[in-house]
């Protein structure tokens, strides 16, 4: 590939000029996570009566922590674009858009997928292990593969089907905030409400007025879900499929920004 467009020099030094202006902000936002997540935990130990946090808890509570604070810090990418002045200077830095493109899908999105379950790990054992000191049971440990696994007796299917619509939801919330300059994350959310408003409301007149939910169609048409799995593919796909062209217009985005 061309120097022209990518390095992987020009690239470092944008992790490089990232992480130098940008350490108290990451530190502070460090902080402020597992201090939410020790919270939490902590009340919701306490309402429990203090039994210790199990499994099905950790995983729960993973879900919740991952989902609202990744979308939260991913709905604020390309933080230069929220004025003019420093949109400016965002676009003169000596780097092509396809290095600035994929080092904010990188340090946006693939860091937040590694360090966010792996500080909720920690944080979990940490107040599990301090709380155990003023109760009766004991605190169970929770392998870390259970970052990733759900059950043993779960398909891969499954896993593939979350890992699409933890993607999808991201590139969403990533592609908003190269959308609009101001408040992209409520922008980005109110639009996604009335996208769901609209479908649940087409569906609702196809489906219930027109009649259509009372056809049945055969179980060789190519387009129709026949069984579960089926159906579990297809929205996989399809939750694929929407991710790349979100990111892909994330990047046309920052493309006619440069013009």
Not at 94 to 101: G, N, V
Not at 187 to 214: D, R
Request: with cysteine; hydrophobic share 55%.
């Amino acid at each position: 590939m061309s120097n022209n467009i990518f390095s992987k020099r020009r690239f470092l030094l944008l992790f490089k000029q990232h992480f130098i202006h940008n350490s108290q902000f990451l530190m502070l936002s460090t902080v402020a996570y597992i201090g939410v997540i020790f919270i939490v935990l902590s009340l919701a130990q306490i309402t429990n009566e203090l039994h210790p946090h199990r499994l099905d808890s950790f995983q729960g509570f993973l879900a919740g922590f991952v989902t609202v604070f990744g979308i939260l810090y991913v709905g604020h990418s390309f933080p230069a674009f929220r004025s003019k002045e420093s949109t400016i200077s965002y676009l003169m830095v000596p780097a092509s858009a396809l290095e600035k493109f994929v080092f904010e899908v990188v340090s946006r999105i693939g860091i937040i997928l590694l360090t966010l379950p792996l500080l909720y790990w920690v944080v979990f054992h940490l107040q599990g292990y301090l709380f155990a000191m003023f109760t009766v049971e004991p605190f169970e440990a929770v392998g870390i593969h259970y970052l990733v696994m759900i059950d043993e007796n779960v398909p891969a299917i499954v896993y593939l089907l979350v890992t699409s619509g933890i993607l999808f939801a991201l590139s969403l919330a990533f592609t908003g905030s190269a959308t609009f300059a101001k408040q992209p994350l409520v922008k980005s959310l109110f639009a996604v409400a009335l996208a769901v408003m609209f479908f649940l409301g087409y569906t609702y007149v196809v489906v219930v007025q027109i009649g259509v939910g009372q056809y049945n169609p055969p179980d060789n048409m190519v387009l129709v879900p026949g069984d579960e799995s089926t159906a579990l593919r297809s929205m996989t796909v399809a939750c694929f499929v929407s991710t790349a062209v979100m990111l892909f217009v994330a990047f046309r985005k920052l493309k006619e920004r440069e013009v």
